[in-house]
């Protein structure tokens, strides 16, 4: 595959841009020089629902008490991006930040929307 053909298929994502892809090595590059990666980010639930019957989007919640969100690629075959959660008491999800870097940064508005941010109350 021409470097030109493999470029416009990674530009043609639906997740994922050249310049998604750029954001995320340099965030990458800022958890590995921090100690910020393990930091919890709390969510309510509703914010899974967008992604339930979502075309290029699976949840796996095999397992009560975490889940994978896997965002797909147009051919709904391959993964293009994924990312780890726990479901806590059934209505709250917990997520790594360095887990977070998984939810595609067009989607991340999205999830913002949805963040639980007084969560001390949580940890009890």
């Keep these: 595959m021409s470097k030109d053909r493999r470029d416009k298929d990674v530009a043609d994502l639906p997740w994922l841009t050249d310049r998604d892809l750029v954001q995320i090595r340099q965030e990458l ?5 921090g100690s910020e990666g393990s930091k919890p980010l709390w969510f ?3 914010v899974l629902t967008r992604y339930k019957n ?3 989007c699976e949840v796996d919640m095999a397992n009560p008490f975490n889940c994978v969100l896997i965002f797909l ?4 075959k391959y993964v293009a991006a994924s990312t ?11 997520i790594r930040s360095q887990d977070f870097l998984g939810v595609p940064p067009k ?9 639980i941010m007084d969560n001390l109350h949580l940890y009890t």
């Design 73 to 76: 690629d147009y051919d709904e």
């Design 54 to 56: 979502h075309r290029y």
């Design 29 to 33: 590059l800022f958890l590995r020089q």
């Design 44 to 46: 309510r639930t509703d």
């Design 84 to 94: 780890f959660f726990e479901i806590h008491k059934g209505n709250t999800i917990m």
């Design 107 to 115: 989607e991340r508005n999205h999830w913002q929307k949805h963040q």
